[in-house]
């Protein structure tokens, strides 16, 4: 129990378009869910939780209308990269927030790049 | 502010040395989660600890939460090339729904 995927999983855009990536909690309904970036070879950078049905709340530094979070149901979040550029290419990865220990069960990761 | 130090962050070993990765902090949590993560995928949860002076064993990993809960570690056995990976410490607050708190990850490679 407790898959999350993403999807896509790596995506090539150019420079200026848009990108979403779907996080969903497929055996589990998951009233957080959470996005991450991560640099190579570094652990996880928070950058935002999402609340199924209400404004996401981001990490300190991260855009909001940059990153566009929505968590429209209990089971998926998309997270919409706008206007990417080449410095927004990184290894994004979600989670869904699990009910007994505060435990986090995370997707596979999307890797962007940005040329 | 809750932070997650984590020791060492790179280990390269010999198959068949034991290893132990160090998860230290001033906070006190309510659980503390081990991951595994492997290159271009997302982490994967080996265990959630809970209780002080907790053990959890799996197969030739040991994981162990300080009685007060506090810091916690991660002791591997006869390390296999298979452990390499990313090891990541992850603690939860009282109050999070959900939110954790990472250490910085120990990379372990594991020669054959």
């Known amino acids: 129990g407790a898959v999350v995927s993403q999807h896509p999983s790596w995506v090539i855009c150019k420079s200026g378009t848009s990108v979403k990536i779907e996080c969903r909690s497929l055996?589990?309904?998951?009233?957080?869910m959470f996005w991450y970036r991560q640099f190579p070879k570094q652990s996880l950078m928070l950058m935002a939780t999402?609340?199924?049905?209400?404004?996401?709340?981001?990490e300190q530094g991260v855009e909001k209308d940059k990153f566009l979070i929505n968590h429209a149901s209990l089971t998926l979040s998309t997270l919409t990269v706008t206007s990417a550029h080449p410095e927004d290419s990184s290894f994004y990865i979600c989670?869904?927030?699990?009910?007994?220990?505060?435990?986090?069960?995370f997707g596979p990761g999307t890797r962007l790049t940005v040329l | 502010t809750q932070l997650l130090e984590q020791s060492p962050q790179f280990l390269s070993i010999q198959e068949g040395e034991n290893l132990t990765v160090y998860c230290n902090s001033s906070?006190?949590?309510?659980?503390l989660q081990w991951y595994r993560q492997e290159p271009g995928e997302g982490p994967v949860l080996l265990v959630t600890?809970?209780?002080?002076?907790e053990v959890k064993k799996l197969k030739r990993l040991t994981f162990q939460f300080g009685d007060a809960r506090k810091d916690s570690s991660l002791h591997i056995t006869a390390a296999q090339p298979g452990d390499t990976g990313l090891y990541l410490c992850?603690?939860?607050?009282?109050?999070?729904?959900?939110?954790?708190?990472f250490g910085g990850g120990t990379r372990l490679m594991v020669k054959p």
């Open positions: 989670s869904g927030g699990g009910r007994i220990y505060n435990e986090q069960f």
């Open positions: 055996d589990f309904q998951a009233t957080t």
């Open positions: 999402s609340n199924e049905g209400s404004k996401a709340t981001y």
């Open positions: 906070s006190v949590f309510s659980s």
């Open positions: 600890v809970v209780t002080g002076g």
């Open positions: 992850a603690g939860a607050g009282n109050n999070a729904g959900n939110m954790l708190t």
